[in-house]
């Protein structure tokens, strides 16, 4: 069965510093969305990107934050600064094109620690 | 904008004991509703999903939940919880049809399953 893959699924930095996490969402997908979740926390939505552009970005989402499909496969968030509020589980999901229920499939999650 | 209301955060049962998890939403259209399941320091695993149709669905290892518009509930439920049921479980509300959506979790509810 297709899956969403995430790595590394620990990342370890220090403040300041810049971090990519990268996703490899199922193939036929079309629609690529990146969640945090803070230790003991809700899930929280950051961004969706559709089309080679972001659709749609919370207040979380700021100017340290990006998202870019290089290629055909990966979809990455950088962070340029990380700050320590950065720590957080980092979950990237991906939808298809097709009318009705447009289910998000979550990957496994990146676990980023900030120092 | 829309919104979902966990307000159990914590429910302990007993081993064999029926489970019901509570979820209310806030959402101005027929909502695309989900309920997920993490293990800790693990990823979101779906356990079942409403989109439309009939208002009992069901999902995997026992689950289901039913949506009730006039109450503004999709409330979980499993006839007998088994030990590994333990775990954190989050409601969550998309919204969209036909391409982009952009899913608001719950604040979660930690179950603890006690022989």
């Known amino acids: 069965e297709p899956e969403v893959t995430q790595t590394p699924s620990h990342q370890v930095t220090q403040m300041g510093q810049e971090v990519i996490l990268r996703c490899v969402p199922i193939s036929n997908h079309l629609y690529f969305y990146w969640y945090r979740q803070i230790l003991g926390q809700k899930v929280e939505f950051l961004v969706s990107?559709?089309?080679?552009?972001?659709?749609?970005k919370s207040e979380i989402f700021d100017d340290q934050f990006s998202v870019e499909r290089p290629d055909g496969s990966n979809f990455t968030l950088k962070i340029r600064s990380t700050k320590l509020e950065d720590s957080a589980m980092y979950f990237c999901a991906s939808s298809e094109r097709t009318s009705g229920s447009n289910e998000q499939f979550f990957g496994p999650g990146t676990r980023l620690t900030v120092l | 904008a829309q919104s979902v209301t966990q307000p159990d955060i914590h429910i302990t049962v007993s081993e064999g004991a029926s489970l019901e998890l509570r979820c209310n939403y806030s959402y101005g259209a027929t909502p695309y509703l989900f309920w997920y399941v993490q293990s800790p320091g693990q990823g979101l695993q779906l356990l079942l999903k409403y989109f439309s149709g009939d208002t009992l669905v069901q999902g995997i290892k026992g689950f289901e939940a039913e949506f009730k518009r006039s109450q503004s509930s999709f409330n979980l439920r499993k006839p007998s919880v088994h030990w590994s049921d333990a775990a954190e479980y989050f409601c969550?509300?998309?919204?969209?049809?036909?391409?982009?959506?952009?899913?608001?979790f719950g604040t979660g509810t930690k179950l603890q399953v006690i022989p």
């Open positions: 969550a509300v998309a919204r969209g049809s036909g391409g982009y959506q952009k899913v608001t």
């Open positions: 990107f559709y089309n080679n552009e972001i659709s749609e």
